[in-house]
């Protein structure tokens, strides 16, 4: 089975408050690190293009994945899926260009390619 | 001669921890057994890609739901022996990093097997594989499938 870590937000139920907490699964996720830049596939099965976002904001990088909920027919009789969205933050390498970041989603595997910007390639500089 | 060391009180190392792992496993694994006779037998050790599933069932048919993000469907093999469902197959991974991976995905072989209760058509049994989640239906065999009797009065 699969391992989940749960990220919950910070706020308290109150009585009389509409607010809920709401419950995020972390996507297993990898990382891959190159000298032209990095790229992460994220699990997220479930989720296709229309419930992913993807934000930049500050140097960090918010994937949010929203599962399509399928109707099923009759009772559980076992279940081991979590039926939560999915929600992973990483700080980004201050390197990585964030304007040519670029995601895709294919069988519930998000890959995001994030490039390293063009002035951090290692460089020879000519003497005059 | 080889004088092997007598391990009276051994060591909270990790292979007592694997053990107690093991015996939590083969409680949960009993629990399960009796709820439900056997009707589902996690294969592997720890440490393998152990998908998760969850079975639902109506009047009708069974359906398996099962998480494969990342696979292509003919990476998918699907099997029913009997009542048996078998679900397996291999994520391959081509690791293209020259500086650095960290990972906490799984990849390899996976391989799961339920058996389910009453019988089903396996002629009737489809599957579908959408955004990383195999679905199968499997249809109840007829004579599995309940069936109200008339009461009459003399």
Known sequence: MNIANQQKSDSPVLAGQDQQPVQYVTPLAD???????????AEMPG??????????DNGEL????????????????????????????????????????????????LTLTLPKGESVQPRKITVE | MNIVRYKRYPQSDLSVTLDQLTNMRDELDRVF????GAFFRPLGSLNRWNPAVDVYQ???????????????KEEIEISL???????????KHEAKADQGFRTDRYFGKFQRS??????????????????GILKIVLPKAEEAKPKQIPVSLN
């Open chain 1, 31 to 41: 990382v891959e690190s190159t000298q032209e830049g990095y790229t992460i596939h």
């Open chain 1, 47 to 56: 989720v296709d293009k229309s419930g992913l976002e993807v934000t930049v």
């Open chain 1, 62 to 109: 918010t994937i949010l994945g929203h599962r399509h909920v399928e109707e099923f027919s009759g009772e559980p009789v076992y279940r081991e899926i979590r039926h939560t969205d999915f929600r992973r933050v990483y700080e980004l390498d201050p390197a990585i260009d964030t304007s040519r970041i670029a995601a895709r989603i294919d069988q519930g595997v």
């Open chain 2, 33 to 36: 057994e009796s709820s439900f």
């Open chain 2, 58 to 72: 109506d009047k009708e048919q069974f359906t398996v739901y099962a998480e494969l993000p990342g696979l292509k």
């Open chain 2, 81 to 91: 022996n009997g009542d048996t469902l078998t679900i397996g197959g291999e994520r």
């Open chain 2, 114 to 131: 339920l058996t389910l209760p009453v019988s089903v058509n396996s002629e009737k049994v489809n599957a579908t594989y959408k955004d």
